[in-house]
């Protein structure tokens, strides 16, 4: 691996290409886990086959199911974003200080694979339910300290003209990633007649929930495989000398200071972390819990659930890539604000109408403002971190989120168990979204003063 530094004037220098489209795999490749485990198919999968339960929700007759699969899942991402608040910041700090950060995003990326490849023991029988949630409560801890090493990598292959581009490119290489996938794992393992005893073009069996399994083990191999490049083409940071490393326990005492000193001396970041974790939750809850929703509310069927998926991952993918361009020109806070707005909306529709044919509209519209609020809640902090604080500020990014990330699949599960159905947990997701929008309206415009030839950054 390279071990060429990183200095802060080499901020300013256009990367090469090759580096661009390496760090753009990892996004790529952890859409294995995004859309295919988390989202998708295994989630899906867990809730549905793996709980028992029957179309309607309830525990069929004779056999040991889960009742509330749906809610036991939303309030195992709350357990694991504990977990990660807690530990996020001082792991980004630490990879930071130590001069590791692209070793910790390999660590962690293979920690993730690992729980992948643990998922093919999870049989469609309720006895598995509790393992394949657990598994997926762990894999979520890792792939979000693999996402802070890898987020702090964003300046070291951009500049302030382009950041906006190179974040856009990075979330749309991750939503044709998991295109490509799950058209692979709807085609390849699951598509066929409901009573077929194989599934898909390659005749693999479903006994068992054995095509699935297949799938997560396949889904393990794609993100190993394209986390490669990132480790062996873009340069690691320099570290601080080993005299002023300090260990665990004291890497909070920094952590507390660093933010006490972020508080006097920028406000605006702070505001900026405290309402992104709002809106992120949203966002979050969109794709955890959609495809949940789209089978129990609007009667998608779990095999065409992929076909959404990947139509979906096309919509976003065009949103990001459109508003990577405005990104640069008019600042990340406009686009955030135009997307949260499209958001709420749109899921305001989605609460009273019903039907496969409304969810495919209004959730294809939906999707169209997630990519652009992604990227660009990315690109703004990568702007604003101290440099060679990227880590640190990325770990603080996460820990926000997941501090609050309790909040929508909280809300989701109490708007469902109150008013008596899933479709009515939309609420939850609604009022996460708007908090975040409210609140992100006083956050300046962290945009470049001269690239755009504006007086102020407010805005």
Request: glycine letters at 14%; charged letters at 15%; proline letters at 3%.
């Given at each position: 691996?390279?071990?060429?530094a990183?200095?802060?004037?080499s901020?300013?220098?256009?990367?090469p290409?090759?580096?661009?489209v390496?760090?753009?795999?990892?996004?790529?490749?952890?859409?294995?886990?995004n859309?295919?485990?988390i989202?998708?198919?295994f989630?899906?999968?867990?809730?549905?086959?793996?709980?028992?339960?029957?179309?309607?929700?309830?525990?069929?007759?004779?056999?040991?199911?889960v009742s509330?699969a749906?809610?036991w899942f939303?309030?195992s991402l709350?357990?694991?974003?504990f977990?990660?608040a807690v530990l996020a910041?001082?792991t980004?700090?630490?990879?930071?200080?130590?001069?590791?950060?692209?070793?910790?995003?390999?660590?962690?990326?293979?920690l993730v694979?690992?729980a992948?490849l643990?998922?093919y023991f999870?049989?469609?029988?309720?006895?598995?339910?509790?393992?394949?949630?657990?598994l997926?409560?762990?894999?979520?801890?890792?792939?979000?300290?693999?996402?802070?090493?890898y987020?702090?990598?964003?300046?070291?292959i951009?500049?302030?003209?382009?950041?906006?581009?190179?974040?856009?490119?990075?979330?749309a290489?991750?939503?044709?990633?998991?295109?490509?996938?799950?058209?692979?794992?709807?085609?390849?393992?699951?598509?066929?007649d409901?009573?077929?005893a194989?599934k898909?073009?390659?005749?693999?069996s479903n006994s068992?929930?054995f095509?699935i399994?297949?799938?997560?083990?396949m889904?393990a191999?794609?993100?190993?495989?394209?986390?490669?490049?990132?480790l062996?083409?873009?340069?690691e940071?320099?570290?601080?000398?080993k005299?002023?490393?300090?260990?665990?326990?004291?890497?909070?005492?920094?952590?507390?200071?660093?933010?006490?000193?972020?508080?006097?001396?920028d406000?605006?970041s702070?505001?900026?972390?405290?309402?992104?974790?709002?809106?992120?939750?949203?966002?979050?809850a969109?794709?955890?819990?959609g495809?949940?929703?789209?089978v129990?509310?609007?009667?998608?069927s779990?095999a065409?659930?992929?076909?959404?998926?990947?139509a979906?991952?096309?919509?976003?993918?065009?949103?990001?890539?459109?508003a990577?361009?405005f990104d640069?020109r008019?600042?990340?806070?406009?686009?955030?604000?135009?997307s949260?707005?499209?958001?709420?909306?749109t899921?305001?529709?989605?609460l009273?109408?019903?039907?496969?044919?409304?969810?495919?509209?209004?959730?294809l519209i939906?999707?169209?403002?997630?990519?652009?609020?992604?990227?660009?809640a990315?690109?703004?902090?990568?702007r604003?971190?101290p440099v060679?604080?990227?880590?640190?500020?990325?770990g603080?990014?996460?820990t926000?989120?997941?501090?609050?990330?309790f909040?929508?699949?909280?809300?989701f599960?109490?708007?469902?168990?109150?008013?008596?159905?899933?479709?009515?947990g939309?609420i939850?997701?609604?009022?996460?979204?708007g908090?975040g929008?409210?609140?992100?309206?006083p956050?300046?415009?962290a945009?470049?003063?001269?690239?755009?030839?504006?007086k102020s950054?407010?805005?």
């Open positions: 691996m390279s071990s060429a990183v200095t802060p004037e901020v300013q220098t256009p990367a290409r090759g580096q661009i390496a760090w753009g795999l990892w996004d790529w490749g952890s859409a294995a886990f859309a295919v485990i989202t998708f198919v989630s899906v999968y867990l809730t549905d086959a793996v709980s028992g339960l029957d179309d309607d929700g309830h525990c069929q007759q004779g056999i040991a199911c509330g749906g809610s939303a309030w709350g357990i694991a974003g977990f990660i910041p001082v980004g700090q630490r990879a930071d200080d130590g001069g590791h950060r692209k070793r910790a995003l390999g660590i962690w990326t293979g694979v690992l992948m643990a998922l999870v049989k469609d029988d309720a006895s598995y339910f509790w393992l394949g949630l657990v997926l409560g762990i894999a979520s801890v890792f792939v979000s300290f693999a996402e802070v090493s987020s702090a990598m964003l300046r070291q951009s500049t302030p003209a382009t950041i906006g581009r190179v974040s856009a490119f990075g979330w290489m991750g939503y044709f990633g998991g295109i490509i996938l799950l058209l692979i794992s709807y085609f390849g393992f699951i598509s066929g409901d009573g077929s194989t898909g073009f390659l005749g693999v068992g929930g095509n399994r297949l799938v997560a083990v889904a191999i794609w993100f190993a495989v394209f986390a490669l490049p990132v062996f083409k873009v340069p940071t320099p570290g601080l000398p005299e002023k490393r300090v260990g665990f326990i004291a890497s909070y005492k920094v952590l507390f200071a660093d933010l006490r000193d972020l508080w006097r001396a406000r605006n702070v505001y900026f972390l405290l309402s992104s974790a709002l809106f992120r939750d949203g966002l979050a969109v794709f955890s819990l495809a949940v929703l789209a129990s509310v609007y009667g998608i779990s065409d659930v992929l076909i959404f998926g990947v979906a991952n096309v919509v976003s993918a065009g949103g990001a890539l459109v990577g361009r640069d008019i600042g990340p806070k406009r686009v955030i604000v135009a949260l707005i499209g958001l709420v909306i899921a305001l529709i989605l009273v109408v019903s039907g496969p044919m409304m969810f495919w509209i209004f959730g939906l999707c169209l403002f997630v990519g652009p609020a992604q990227s660009s990315r690109t703004y902090l990568a604003i971190a060679g604080r990227e880590g640190q500020m990325f603080l990014y996460t926000t989120g997941r501090a609050v990330s909040l929508a699949p909280s809300l599960g109490l708007f469902a168990a109150v008013l008596g159905g899933d479709r009515w939309i939850g997701i609604i009022l996460v979204l908090g929008l409210v609140a992100m309206l956050v300046a415009n945009v470049d003063k001269a690239l755009l030839g504006e950054d407010a805005g």
